[in-house]
């Protein structure tokens, strides 16, 4: 399975608009898509299938936009959290690539041994107001991705030296953000 991880610096930033992008830009990939949350929205399981691709909850946003399953996972501790991620694969037997939404989980610990990985982190606003869980997180991005504005000239370590694509106003894509994350799944 190839995994795909996207992490961003707050509410807003465009975390599921752009995974939704990528995985409508790339069908040939069955996709299981997992939102992990540390709120409880309102639902009673920690881990949760959406049915409903009409949904205008994230996971429903997901299915929408193609993929094959989407679950959310909600207020669980980080450990906790990658196990059902874990759970969410063994029940999506028929998908091959896994997106997961999370400034939490790395690409790593929901990859098995072989699988090709790719981390974005998706990034609006000013650098000092992004989450912590973002700043703990940041060195394990592959590539940023600048939504609202943000300039790559306002970086501080983690992020210098890491590829940046950066999309318009409205855009949640662009070619070379979907060309580069194919092939990094594609190997």
Request: hydrophobic share 50%; proline share 3%.
């Amino acid at each position: 399975m190839a995994v795909l991880v996207v992490a961003g610096s707050g509410r807003g930033a465009g975390k599921t608009a752009v995974g939704c992008a990528l995985m409508a830009a790339m069908p040939e990939f069955s996709w299981l898509a997992v939102k992990v949350s540390p709120h409880r929205h309102d639902v009673d399981e920690q881990l949760w299938e959406e049915l409903n691709f009409r949904s205008r909850k994230d996971s429903g946003r997901y299915l929408a936009a193609g993929a094959r399953r989407a679950f959310l996972v909600r207020g669980v501790s980080d450990s906790r959290a990658a196990a059902l991620v874990l759970e969410a694969r063994g029940r999506a037997s028929l998908c091959d690539a896994l997106l997961v939404e999370s400034n939490r989980i790395a690409a790593g610990v929901v990859g098995c041994r072989g699988e090709l990985t790719v981390s974005l982190a998706v990034l609006a606003g000013a650098e000092s107001e992004w989450k912590a869980s973002l700043r703990e997180s940041a060195g394990l991005a592959d590539v940023l991705v600048l939504t609202n504005g943000v300039s790559p000239q306002e970086f501080t370590s983690p992020f210098l030296g890491k590829p940046v694509f950066e999309l318009a106003a409205g855009e949640w894509s662009v070619p070379e953000l979907v060309s580069f994350v194919r092939r990094r799944l594609l190997g």
